[in-house]
């Protein structure tokens, strides 16, 4: 983009911009680097960008957090979270199935001294359902426990740590 073109860009419409593509709170601090701008007048774009979201009828929302600010999707809309999630599977599964995604390969072992006994059940569910496969350990007595292809493609997700969200772990 050249740079009259992005100076024709409102600073709060490439802050939103940010926002999105980064699908997490962003500080203040990486914004105004982001943006090759200042602080106060990133402060003020941010002001004008989530009262530019507070007059829309629209299902997202610009907040500040903690972490920093969010586009998220606004509290009344948190049913569809719930309608959309696959409701054969629980919290507690989802949850189990995620430390999974995020550690895989994962001894159950370790599974369930990170998501506590209940996990066995949780485990013995996702098998059955096609999400995770069981590897029996070559010495010793756990599994090893890995992700499908059902996994990724019931999720739409290609490798995780093809793209770079997950990083490698190594397993002793």
């Not at 802050?15 to 962003?26: D, H, N, R, S, T």
């Amino acid at each position: 983009m050249s740079a009259e073109a992005h100076q024709e860009i409102r600073l709060a419409t490439r802050l939103e911009a940010i926002l999105y593509l980064k699908g997490q709170p962003v500080p203040l601090t990486e914004m105004v680097t982001l943006t090759n701008s200042d602080r106060l007048t990133v402060e003020d774009a941010m002001i004008e960008l989530m009262s530019d979201y507070a007059h829309r009828d629209s299902a997202l929302e610009v907040v500040e957090t903690p972490l920093g600010y969010s586009l998220q999707l606004r509290s009344a809309y948190q049913n569809l979270i719930e309608d959309l999630i696959p409701a054969e599977l629980g919290t507690g599964t989802l949850r189990t199935l995620a430390a999974i995604a995020i550690k895989e390969p994962i001894l159950q072992a370790d599974l369930i001294n990170l998501r506590g006994s209940t996990a066995y059940q949780q485990v013995q569910d996702l098998v059955e359902r096609g999400f995770v496969r069981k590897r029996k350990q070559n010495e010793g007595r756990s599994y090893w426990l890995e992700l499908t292809d059902k996994f990724h493609q019931y999720f739409e997700v290609d490798n995780l740590r093809e793209q770079g969200i997950l990083e490698a772990t190594d397993q002793e």
